[in-house]
């Protein structure tokens, strides 16, 4: 039976699941009647983070143009361009025990793509979820869904798992931002 999370709720992964070391992060959404003429493109992404909040290099940063971490650790399992159909729409595979001792916290995000031209933004998604599943035994651990409290954002910070004493967490952050992709990637010291 998986944790449902709130927003800002923080939960123990790894402490009450010894021995968890392959997660796959699943997120997911659903578009609402919309009339604009362009499909909704939404994108999921990974950041890997170091003690300042910012990623150590561009190749921390995991999305549809870069799918694999240097490490390994981080794969992003392929860009959706509809998010049609039931369950995820994107997934990230994670392996914990490979990321590397310099980053603290990953954080999962999700965009629209070309968000200001197609006059799209969160406001118009719904169902939005992220959800951590054991990558053995393929079992969900824990949800988050993020209910319908944005507006204009056109990117979200999803949700984090972040290093707490040796072991691993989960924070439920549903924070919303204006300027998509980009806006994000200054946020997390990306180079853009």
């Known amino acids: 039976m998986a944790v449902c999370l709130t927003k800002g709720q923080k939960v123990d992964l790894t402490k009450g699941n010894p021995g968890l070391s392959k ?20 994108d999921a992404a990974a950041f890997l983070l170091g003690t300042n ?15 694999k971490h240097s490490s390994g650790a981080v794969e992003h399992m392929g860009d959706n361009l509809t998010g049609e159909g039931e369950g995820d729409d994107e ?4 392996d914990l025990k490979a990321i590397p001792a310099n980053i603290e916290r990953l954080d ?6 070309d968000a200001d031209v ?30 319908e ?18 072991e691993w967490k989960f924070n439920a952050i549903g924070s919303g931002f204006q300027g998509g992709l980009f806006a994000l990637c200054k946020n997390f010291g990306v180079n853009v």
Do not use: C, P
Request: charged share 20%; no cysteine; proline share 0%.
């Open 53 to 67: 909040g910012k990623v150590t290099n561009d190749g921390d940063f995991v999305f549809y143009g870069n799918l």
């Open 91 to 94: 997934q990230i595979m994670v």
């Open 149 to 166: 409290d944005f507006s204009i954002e056109t990117a979200v910070v999803v949700g984090e798992i972040y290093r707490h004493n040796g």
């Open 23 to 42: 997660i796959m992060v699943g997120l997911g959404w659903d578009t609402n009647k919309y009339d604009g003429g362009s499909d909704f493109d939404l």
């Open 118 to 147: 197609r006059r799209q933004n969160f406001g118009q998604v719904s169902n939005a979820f992220i959800r951590i599943v054991d990558g053995e035994t393929n079992t969900e651990l824990i949800r988050y869904d993020l209910g």
């Open 108 to 113: 999962f995000t999700v965009t629209i793509y």
